[in-house]
């Protein structure tokens, strides 16, 4: 081999790279401490950029096409290199690849929960997480914050950066918001794209990569929360607590064991005993009467347990609420400034309907 073919192995004439993985950002092209030919071809391929750097400095940079290096098409290498005439001998430069396509499905998530102010809950800590799709716009920026001078920078490195600054992100949006966080699965959408253009201002600066999407998958609250989100469910679907009670009494009288012991029994009773009062009292309210056939009207008997004739009729706050068509707090207030009178049994309180009746006849 000639002098000339060892000079001429010692050239590079041609510069390319195709990328064999789905993972890589960044790639420096090997020269291997050999020498670019003044005139050579640089090829660079559709989702890639080149970026030049001459002695730790950024030259130029080329999109996609076929570029011949010479002094006209790399002006910035040509200034920092001082060749004011044109060059002619070869030249050592490093050469980047960056990979510019869309990456996807990244993942993202909360490591510790994130504390909140809630209108519902007061302070709750909430956790989320999601994907987002991101890709390179400034070369520059990318490797000087970023990559640095790594031969062969791929996702994973980035990764755990990348996650920590939208958790940040994430953290500063959502607590702007103030969206409640009953409402947050409802606005999954909506949140994500309030949070992507607040992304995009910070690491398009900083990192030279913008997000295409930012995607909210879900956000969970501790389990004492969740707990009591059921408990608030549970009590909106039972609706009426009252009617609930009485309607679970009457499924489990004439059902073996369904008083569930003594207790329960005990329970029944009470439930029936109360019953038959409020139907005695009804059919004495409207004048319901009983009349033998052939003979003069006779008033029905008192069930067992109702307070005989003539006997002053003791109510409890819930019947007089259930009369009057109020809540049993109303009544219990009433009782406590004096206008309704009732006699004070231990913690319970007891109305005659006399007094129930002067209480209505009161302007």
């Avoid at 799709?133 to 990559?147: G, M, N, T, W």
């Avoid at 001078?149 to 949006?173: K, N």
């Avoid at 309180?349 to 209505?360: G, H, K, M, P, Y």
């Amino acid at each position: 081999m000639g002098l000339m073919d060892f000079i001429r192995g010692q050239l590079i004439e041609i510069i390319e790279w195709t990328d064999d993985s789905r993972d890589t950002l960044s790639f420096r092209w090997p020269d291997d401490d050999k020498e670019i030919k003044n005139g050579a071809q640089l090829i660079v391929r559709e989702s890639q950029m080149a970026q030049f750097l001459y002695l730790g400095q950024f030259g130029d940079t080329f999109g996609p096409g076929k570029h011949a290096l010479s002094t006209q098409n790399i002006p910035i290498l040509s200034r920092i290199a001082g060749w004011k005439y044109g060059f002619n001998s070869p030249f050592k430069c490093d050469v980047y690849y960056l990979n510019t396509r869309l990456f996807t499905g990244n993942k993202w998530g909360t490591s510790n929960p994130v504390m909140l102010r809630d209108n519902d809950f007061g302070i709750v800590r909430v956790r989320a997480f999601g994907t987002f799709d991101f890709h390179i716009v400034d070369p520059k920026v990318f490797l000087k914050e970023v990559a640095g001078s790594d031969q062969h920078f791929r996702l994973d490195e980035f990764a755990e950066t990348m996650r920590s600054r939208i958790v940040s992100l994430f953290s500063e949006a959502i607590g702007k918001a103030k969206v409640p966080v009953l409402d947050l699965a409802a606005r999954y959408s909506e949140v994500g794209e309030a949070i992507l253009p607040i992304l995009n201002a910070a690491t398009v600066p900083k990192y030279g990569i913008e997000f295409a999407s930012f995607i909210l998958e879900n956000v969970s609250v501790p389990p004492e929360v969740e707990a009591a989100i059921d408990k608030r469910s549970s009590m909106a679907a039972v609706g009426n607590l009252n009617d609930f009670v009485k309607y679970q009494m009457g499924q489990n009288i004439g059902q073996p064991g369904g008083g569930g012991g003594p207790a329960g029994t005990a329970a029944e009773l009470a439930m029936g005993f109360g019953m038959a009062q409020q139907m005695m009292q009804s059919g004495m309210m409207s004048g319901q009467t009983t009349q033998p056939a052939g003979g003069p009207p006779v008033q029905a008997a008192p069930p067992a347990g109702a307070p005989a004739p003539g006997a002053p009729s003791l109510l409890s706050p819930a019947q007089v609420a259930q009369q009057l068509g109020v809540t049993e707090a109303d009544v219990l207030a009433t009782l406590e400034t004096g206008e309704l009178k009732g006699k004070r049994i231990g913690t319970q309180w007891r109305i005659s309907q006399e007094s129930l009746n002067t209480f209505l006849q009161q302007p």
